[in-house]
């Protein structure tokens, strides 16, 4: 897999799967653009990454204001690949769920996203074609108690998944998703035992690292997979195929 020349967006790059996922399109030769709120952490991946030899900037936008999302394309410049990672969640039943928390989470996992890919997937195919890749959950495609609202913002990410697949596949730009199973991120670690717990329940019994998220990412943006596009791709150790 090699990026070379590339230049490529990672909505949510300060922590976890995307901070992950950015090191390692700069590891395979692109030269990434991080975005997220928290600049100390930007900042702190772009050092990991340019301390490697790679290439990095951190652009701070906060995805649940429409006016970051229209200005971040202005500020990144033009991209060649867009990774949607930057999520958000507040777990809960459905009758303690706030206006502002289901707001900030169809904001930030839907809205956000969609403006992105607005922007960028014309420009992505006047430039000859391009890749987007939504980052998606389990939950969107299983009933969870608890993750209502959440839930049917990453179900939303994976409609436009398919909807952006055959609007813009004929002018080479490839869209696809990851649905990931519990991961061991600076988020889930608050989770405890219970992370362990819900990994437990997969064939392969354990949360997945973060890098195991990002090379799979990766694998959908790059040029080997060059006849795939509107899929959503399970990695969550088999837990949703299985009884
Ligand atoms: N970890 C799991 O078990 C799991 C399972 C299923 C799906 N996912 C999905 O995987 C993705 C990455 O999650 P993670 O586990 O890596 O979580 P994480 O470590 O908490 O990272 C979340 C990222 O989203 C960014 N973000 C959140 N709200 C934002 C906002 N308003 N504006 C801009 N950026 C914002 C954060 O950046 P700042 O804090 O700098 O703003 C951070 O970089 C999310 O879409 C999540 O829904 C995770």
Do not use: C
């Not at 790679?54 to 970051?68: E, M, N, Y």
């Not at 992105?116 to 299983?142: D, E, F, Q």
């Not at 398919?162 to 490839?174: D, I, M, N, S």
């Amino acid at each position: 897999m090699q990026f070379n020349g590339k230049t490529v967006l990672v909505t949510g790059g300060t922590s976890g799967v995307g901070r992950h996922t950015a090191r390692l399109f700069a590891g395979h030769g692109a030269t990434v653009i991080i975005t997220g709120r928290d600049e100390q952490r930007g900042k702190a991946v772009v050092a990991e990454i340019t301390a490697a030899g790679g290439r990095a900037r951190f652009v701070r936008a906060d995805l649940s204001t429409h006016k970051d999302v229209q200005w971040l394309p202005h500020e990144a410049g033009p991209v060649d690949v867009l990774i949607n990672d930057a999520g958000y969640w507040e777990l809960g039943p459905t009758h303690e769920t706030t206006e502002s928390g289901f707001d900030e989470m169809f904001a930030v996992n839907v809205k956000g996203p969609f403006f992105l890919t607005a922007a960028y997937a014309p420009l992505m195919a006047s430039n000859g074609g391009g890749a987007v890749v939504n980052v998606s959950s389990m939950v969107a495609s299983r009933g969870a108690a608890g993750m209502a609202a959440y839930s049917a913002s990453k179900a939303a990410l994976e409609s436009l998944t398919r909807a952006w697949a055959a609007e813009y596949g004929p002018r080479k730009v490839r869209v696809n998703a990851v649905a990931l199973g519990p991961t061991r991120t600076p988020v889930t670690a608050s989770m405890g035992e219970l992370l362990d717990t819900l990994a437990a329940a997969s064939p392969l019994g354990r949360a997945a690292e973060p890098i195991e998220i990002a090379e799979t990412i990766a694998y959908l943006a790059g040029d080997t997979a060059s006849y795939l596009t509107g899929a959503v791709i399970p990695v969550d150790g088999g837990r949703v195929s299985a009884l």
